[in-house]
């Protein structure tokens, strides 16, 4: 079993930054690919950002050029560094671990950007 904690939501105006963080533990694999997700009010679940173990990234056009993931393997942590917020960046974000067929979920971390 795999538990993920995300933190480092929170209240920020538009432009603003944010960094988001993703602890695992448990039955964590530093060769897992981890991630993130997000799901605004009323919308699907977005995919936003995945990264793999060795580093390698691949971002949502939505987001591509202001949030940067990166992830540190001795403290299976992975992050999301959030810059030039906009209104349409409020969602829950949730990170996780695993591919589809095998994934784990943290309960999410709430991003609200004011105008």
């Known amino acids: 079993q795999v538990q993920l904690v995300e933190s480092g939501g929170g209240l920020v105006q538009a432009g603003g930054s944010l960094r988001l963080s993703c602890a695992a533990s448990g039955r964590t694999f530093s060769f897992n690919v981890m991630g993130w997700y997000r799901q605004a009010p009323g919308k699907q679940r977005e995919w936003v950002a995945t990264?793999?173990?060795?580093?390698?990234?691949i971002y949502a056009d939505s987001v591509k050029g202001r949030f940067t993931i990166s992830r540190d393997n001795a403290k299976n942590t992975v992050y999301l560094q959030m810059n030039s917020l906009k209104t349409e960046d409020t969602a829950v974000y949730y990170c996780y671990q695993g591919v589809p067929s095998n994934r784990y979920w943290g309960q999410g971390t709430q991003v609200t950007v004011s105008s």
């Open positions: 990264i793999t173990s060795g580093g390698s990234t």
